[in-house]
Each structure stands twice: as structure tokens, then as C-alpha cells.
């Protein structure tokens, strides 16, 4: 009678025998399963409700001897002791074969007879997909915000709060781990004269375009970020110097051939009051990238590091712009 009583709630339930044969499927379950309790009570087909082939359910392997290494070689790190019913555990999966793919909560427990011994098997299912979505949402717009937290809004690389809070980490690695670390700083060319010249929006293109080919220089594991203004730092981790070389000629080499930063400078010569007014006729300004690189060295710090860098920059930019320095 009170096994039967479950057949009036809308929780999904079943029920084994020891020999795990279904005595009992209520009509939740036949809702969600598709699958009649005419065709199921008497068959160990339980696993058709949620797998495309044989396999225990959770109230299978509460019928088995050792139900606990059983469930830590199907459910290991996944399942937990139930809080509200003794002797019974839960766990929480996705099933793609039912509805469309449902995320479902399932318990269960082993009945006993009067002399205690082990007669059965109980399992309840509750439909947590909607839940499961939320939590995902939720996910989605806490990534959302962090990225939008570490990126510059421009270029969409990443910012200066990001950068220190990966080099520290990566200070901190190439401590433990000696395998090479390097950081690259990158500095447009003339970029105050094609921001004068034709102002900030189309100085502001160009940086965009010029983070695109960032972007597309770079190896899986480096991280490029915007230091300010028309400065960009890199960070590539397990690199040395003669690498870090390569990848900063890679981006440099690129921007130099590239026409469509040089067709946005032409396309709006036409355009520009400033030259029209005064009648200007300057030579259209290459656009180019100096790069300054160092390796870390024991007992480098963050402030160290950029500033040697830093000081790699400005002997690229004396040596007549355009090129890579190793400092």
C-alpha cells in the first residue's frame, strides 16, 4: 500500500526487487520515460529510461554487495549521502536520452524486509534542467563581467589590472619552475603624428587593427595586453628571448606589409579638414611597431622586468624605429 501510494505523487519513482527486476514504476515516471509500467514491471529494462544501452542504475548498485565501490567507479566525485533520508545517496546527471536532454537529481536507497535484510531497491528522479540553465546563465554573465573587467574596451586585449595580476603569477612559476619567461613591449611609431593628423577616431582604427594582428601573431599560451596609449605588452610564458624575438619580428613584420592599415591612412586623406584647410601635403606615415624584449632573471620583480623592457623600447626607437631589441 504505501509503495503504491507513490503511484499519486509527480516525482518520478521506481522500485527493484533484489533480483532487480521493476515491481513498481508510477506514472511520473511513465510521463517522463515514455515507457508504460505495463511494459516495464517485471523487466531489469530500467535502463532504458535514461541510457541508450544496459547499464545499473543508481538502485541497482544499491543492491549489489559492496554498493559504495560501485558507485565510486560510476559516480566518483559526483555522488554524496542524502541529507534527508538515512542510508541513501544522490547524485546528479545528464541524461540526452530523455526529452531532448534532461538534467535530472535522482536518490536511492535499499528497502529491507522485517528481518533486515536487503528485499529491494528505491530510486526517486527530480527534473533539475531548469535549474541546471539558470546556473549557467548565471556562469555566463559572471564570465561575461570578468572578461569585460580585465579587457580594454578598444583593442579587446587584455588590460593593465590583468597584466599584474598574470605576470605575478607567472613571476612567481619561473621561480619555481625555471623554463624561461619573457615579456615584449610594443610601441606604434608616430602614432601622436596619425592621431594629429587625422584624428583620434581613425587613430583609434588603427589600434584596433593593430591588436588584430596581435592577436593572430600570437602562440596558444601568450597573453597580450594594452599598457596604454599606443603601448602593448607581452607575456609569453616558457619563452626565451631568441623565441620571444621571433614572435615580436612575427607581429612586426606583418603590421609593415600590411595594407589595410596603410588603405585607412589613404582613405582619409580626402577626408581631412586639417589638410584641406592649411593645404598640407606631408608624406603619408608608415605605420610600424618598435618592440623592446627581455628575459626574466633571478631576482626580477614585476617593476624590473617592464622596466627593462621599457628600456629595450627606447633603444629601438633610437636605432631608428621599426625594429626588435633584445635588452
Known amino acids: 500500500m504505501l509503495i503504491q501510494s507513490f503511484d499519486r505523487i509527480a516525482i518520478p519513482v521506481f522500485v527493484l ?11 511520473a515516471i511513465e510521463a517522463m520515460s515514455g515507457l508504460s509500467s505495463a511494459c516495464m514491471i517485471g ?17 541497482d548498485l ?29 547524485a546528479s546527471d545528464y541524461f540526452p536520452e530523455i526529452g531532448g536532454g534532461r538534467w535530472l537529481s535522482f536518490t536511492a536507497a535499499a528497502l529491507y524486509d522485517a528481518q533486515g535484510e ?15 540553465r539558470f546556473e549557467q546563465m548565471l556562469q555566463e554573465r559572471e564570465q561575461h563581467f570578468r572578461e569585460l573587467s580585465i579587457t580594454d574596451s578598444l583593442t579587446g586585449l587584455y588590460n593593465v589590472r590583468h597584466l599584474h595580476e598574470q605576470l605575478r603569477r607567472e613571476l612567481a612559476r619561473a621561480v619555481r619552475h625555471p623554463q624561461g619567461l619573457s615579456l615584449c613591449m610594443l610601441d606604434l611609431d608616430y602614432f601622436k603624428q596619425i592621431n594629429d ?14 591588436a588584430g594582428v596581435v592577436r593572430t601573431s600570437l602562440r596558444e599560451a601568450d597573453l597580450a595586453f594594452r599598457f596604454g596609449g599606443e ?6 610564458p616558457d619563452t626565451s628571448a631568441a623565441e620571444a624575438f ?3 619580428e612575427r607581429i612586426r613584420q606583418t603590421l609593415e606589409l600590411n595594407t589595410a592599415l596603410s588603405a585607412i591612412l589613404e582613405g582619409s586623406v580626402e577626408d581631412s579638414v586639417a589638410d584641406l584647410e592649411q593645404g598640407l601635403n606631408m608624406p603619408l606615415p608608415r605605420v610600424t611597431v618598435s618592440c623592446g624584449i627581455t628575459e626574466y632573471r633571478p631576482g626580477d620583480n614585476e617593476k624590473t622586468l617592464i622596466q627593462r623592457a621599457d628600456q629595450a623600447l627606447y633603444q629601438a626607437k633610437g636605432a631608428g624605429r621599426n625594429r626588435t631589441l633584445i635588452g
Not at 17 to 27: A, G, L, P, T
Open 246 to 248: 621571433l614572435v615580436a
Open 17 to 27: 526487487d533484489k533480483e532487480h527486476r521493476i515491481v513498481f514504476w508510477n506514472k
Open 62 to 90: 544499491m543492491l549489489l554487495e559492496d554498493p559504495i565501490s560501485h558507485l565510486e567507479t560510476l559516480y566518483a566525485g559526483r555522488y554524496r549521502k542524502s541529507d534527508l533520508i538515512e542510508n541513501a545517496v544522490e
Open 231 to 236: 603601448e602593448f605588452l607581452l607575456l609569453l
Open 43 to 59: 523487466t531489469r529494462d530500467q535502463w532504458r529510461c535514461f541510457y541508450a544501452s544496459p547499464r545499473y542504475c543508481m538502485a
Open 197 to 210: 593628423r587625422y584624428g583620434h577616431l581613425l587613430g583609434d582604427r588603427v589600434l584596433e587593427m593593430f
Open 118 to 132: 536487503v528485499c529491494g531497491a528505491i530510486e526517486t528522479l527530480v527534473d533539475i534542467s531548469e535549474q541546471k
